[in-house]
């Protein structure tokens, strides 16, 4: 996207007791509170709160930062009360991976609650341990009649609309949380590496938005410190930190988490940068986001991994990830008639299609960081996003995901769904070879919602090589509306245990439903 100006029930989720406390004592910088007096004996503190990421049927990571070196310990149990507990023995936690670090849990119950907590011990003394840090989720199911439902959005702090504590923070999170999802998808966007947050913002009516600012929020991300403490930006907000104790996350990447719409191989144009390789500053976002999320494809040890994989989330759900970022050719007008490489790269394709046809899902989310059908430009000649305005047969990128969707109607593998973020706006659109240049592909859906955090902007333009019909469609007549003039936007995934069929809701928050889609299982296309 172009880098535009500026409750749940105690049965369940009573843990969240335990961890609330422990928020409030856990001050952090930015909210000024004094530190309880346990942390300047040495011990040490947990004050980023706790996350868990990638859940299966049987597994999670579990993620934590310190205040200095500790042995990160995970006990987990199927009370509140911890009665009868298992206890995970974690990472030493150091510089080296700027004091964060995860578990993964395995052999967990099916379709479970699992209640678990983090304490975090001196390594010279594991005597001297600190407040121990609460958290809880939910498995997958493993039978068909246990439904599954699931939020997703994107976009956080963007467009210098970041941490306001008069409206109270990000409270479109505790919103979410009341909701009691399964799990949240961020569909990329969960910083903006290359988006200053000033102290204050006039508003076109004349009111002031006050920002939370850090040093490392002052400029744009450059070094690893510098991302590490974007990353780290969000997580002063308490209806954040409420959130990630109570929800787990399935996590992706797009643009912001290291420059507006990059891709390999750039070398900068743009002042703000002493370091013009976007490769460079690839490698150090890279870096910081793995030490920051729990995702199982990463290893933050090794420095090795990918952000593409498969969440399976019991019979009825796989959450396909892209990443439409790391293998990208470089933007352009997009009219090649040849184009191997496109937006996924020739092996994450081949990897997608072998990955759908395994599948033995009900539902195959294909989670991708931008649209398929909307014309997302990068300056006046170029294109971010898939589509380039063509509304002819597919060139550039377009031949890409015409081959993933000509495989997808020949293998007649069902029950695909889209689902992305990115554009700042929320829309549905339905895609049928009746209406589309390009015709060998069975009707799908295209979902989009956000941001949660960020300022909102007018619809792209439809390219009709796909055949997509806006549906429905909800965003601003003007550029950068901010959160305090529009209610921001997410998504919510319902899945029936007992019929299959799959609900989806475009949400605004306040509790408003804007639209919902009710899609039948075992269809190719609908």
């Known amino acids: 996207m172009p880098n535009r100006p500026v409750v749940p029930s105690l049965d369940r989720r009573g843990v969240l007791r335990g961890s609330l406390a422990v928020s409030a004592a856990l001050s952090l910088p930015a909210v000024g509170a004094a530190a309880p007096a346990f942390a300047l004996s040495g011990r040490p503190r947990a004050a980023w709160g706790v996350q868990v990421g990638d859940v299966t049927a049987s597994s999670a990571l579990v993620w934590v930062r310190s205040d200095r070196p500790a042995r990160m310990i995970v006990e987990t149990s199927a009370t509140e009360s911890f009665r009868r507990s298992r206890t995970w023995h974690g990472p030493l936690l150091g510089a080296g991976s700027d004091f964060t ?27 001297r341990t600190g407040r121990p840090v609460h958290g809880t989720f939910r498995t997958a199911p493993a039978r068909h009649r246990d439904g599954v439902r699931f939020l997703w959005s994107g976009d956080i702090a963007g467009q210098g609309w970041g941490i306001n504590p008069d409206i109270g923070g990000y409270t479109v999170y505790e919103e979410m949380r009341r909701l009691d999802p399964d799990f949240f998808l961020c569909s990329g966007d969960n910083i903006y590496a290359d988006g200053v947050i000033e102290p204050s913002v006039t508003l076109p009516d004349g009111r002031v938005w006050r920002n939370v600012t850090t040093e490392e929020k002052s400029k744009v ?30 996590v992706q990447w797009d643009d912001h988490e290291v420059r507006n719409n990059w891709y390999p191989g750039q070398i900068l144009d743009d002042s703000r940068y002493t370091e013009k390789n976007i490769d460079v500053l690839a490698a150090r976002s890279t870096r910081a986001f793995r030490e920051y999320f729990p995702v199982s494809t990463l290893r933050a040890a090794s420095g090795e991994g990918r952000m593409h994989r498969v969440v399976r989330h019991g019979p009825l759900l796989d959450v396909f990830v892209l990443d439409m970022r790391s293998f990208r050719n470089a ?17 994450q394709l081949r990897w997608l299609e072998q990955e759908l046809s395994r599948s033995r899902a009900v539902w195959k989310v294909i989670a991708a960081d931008m649209p398929l059908g909307l014309v997302v430009t990068d300056g006046a000649t170029d294109f971010e996003a898939v589509a380039q305005g063509d509304p002819g047969q597919p060139l550039g990128r377009e031949l890409q995901i015409a081959e993933l969707l000509r495989y997808i109607k020949h293998r007649r593998i069902t029950g695909t769904v889209w689902l992305t973020a990115d554009v700042h706006y929320t829309s549905a659109q339905h895609y049928v070879p009746e209406r589309a240049a390009f015709k060998d592909f069975a009707p799908f859906w295209e979902f989009v ?19 997509p019909d806006r549906v429905f469609v909800r965003a601003p007549d003007r550029a950068n509306v901010s959160p305090m003039e529009s209610p921001q936007l997410f998504g919510e995934v319902d899945i029936d245990g007992d019929s299959g069929e799959l609900t989806v809701r475009l949400r605004a928050q306040g509790g408003s439903v804007l639209f919902s889609k009710v899609l039948r299982p075992g269809l190719v296309g609908q």
């Open 101 to 127: 670090g995860t578990t993964p849990l395995y052999g967990l119950p099916a379709g479970e609650q699992v209640h678990y907590r983090v304490t975090l011990a001196d390594p010279a003394d594991p005597r």
């Open 221 to 250: 991300a450059e070094t690893l410190a510098e991302y590490r403490g974007n990353f780290r930006y969000n997580l002063l907000d308490t209806n954040l930190r409420r959130f990630n104790a109570q929800v787990p996350s399935i």
């Open 331 to 347: 933007n352009s007008p997009g009219r090649q008639p040849d184009d191997a490489t496109g937006i996924l790269g020739a092996g």
């Open 449 to 467: 919602s956000g941001p949660l955090a960020a300022g909102q902007f007018p619809a792209n333009a439809l390219d009709a090589t796909f055949g």
